[in-house]
């Protein structure tokens, strides 16, 4: 299975070093790769606007889901902080063609778990699980049989990274992430022989961490340009399954075309 991760387009005005008037030009470069890769599915990891006002976001939200359903390939979409800042979720939800802010599907042999890391947000960006999501989880996770692995996405990242380096984030402690990670880490902890994996978006950076034995991966987003204003590369990332020992992941950009790194995860 293959499986296309792109994160943090930020459709819109320009933004910071975030061109949002590259981004559908980019959707449409990568919904090629996709079909010329044979992927299987597409994960977008948040943040799909550059928050403006209710108006314009919601027709952000739209032309890139627009996009995606001409893509002919199943789409799970998650929710960003930036998603909700200006249309409620229940209303994000539904431009999103679902009911529920969290959810799961089965596909070729695997349970992708979609997260709601926005549930809610935390000071200006970061991010949270509410009880009942993790009592959700839980209850998925005990139910879920140990020969069907288990893929979790979600907008931040649900294990904590260094920040270092990072320009956004280095000067907003405890943003990058979610809230409390002792609850999911308990959780995490005592499935981790049926999770396979976990990605997110939201740091705008590719980061690759273990932990309890799972890797945990960061995907970049799609426009950012830092330190410059314009030409985005275009970054995402494509996970390729073998099985669950044998699984890789590849960073990617669109312009110029290359791949950029590969990990064997």
């Not at 990891?45 to 209710?54: P, Q, T």
């Not at 802010?101 to 070729?108: A, K, M, N, S, V």
């Amino acid at each position: 299975m293959k499986i296309a991760l792109i994160s943090d387009i930020h459709n819109g005005k320009l933004i910071e070093h975030r061109p949002g008037e590259e981004a559908l030009g980019l959707i449409r470069d990568f919904l090629e790769v996709c079909k010329a890769e044979d992927a299987d599915c597409i994960v977008e990891l948040g943040d799909r606007v550059n928050n403006e006002d209710h108006e314009h976001d919601v027709l952000y939200t739209e032309e890139v889901m627009s996009l995606f359903r001409s893509s002919g390939l199943p789409v799970l979409n998650v929710i960003g902080n930036h998603d909700i800042h200006n249309i409620p979720k229940e209303e994000d939800i539904s431009l999103l063609g679902r009911s529920a802010p969290y959810f799961y599907r089965d596909l070729e042999g695997y349970r992708l778990v979609v997260l709601d890391t926005a549930d809610p947000i935390i000071g200006d960006c970061g991010g949270c699980l509410s009880s009942s999501q993790l009592s959700w989880l839980q209850d998925l996770l005990e139910s879920t049989p140990d020969d069907l692995p288990v893929l979790l996405f979600s907008h931040h990242p649900l294990a904590d990274q260094e920040q270092t380096g990072n320009p956004f984030f280095v000067n907003l402690p405890g943003e990058h992430t979610i809230a409390d990670h002792k609850s999911i880490s308990k959780i995490i902890e005592r499935y981790r022989g049926k999770i396979a994996g976990a990605f997110n978006g939201h740091v705008h950076w590719n980061y690759l961490r273990y932990q309890y034995g799972i890797p945990f991966f960061s995907v970049a987003s799609l426009t950012e340009a830092y330190p410059v204003t314009e030409h985005a590369p275009g970054r995402f990332s494509m996970l390729a399954i073998r099985d669950r020992d044998n699984m890789s992941i590849t960073s990617e950009m669109l312009s110029p075309r290359r791949v950029l790194g590969r990990f064997d995860l």
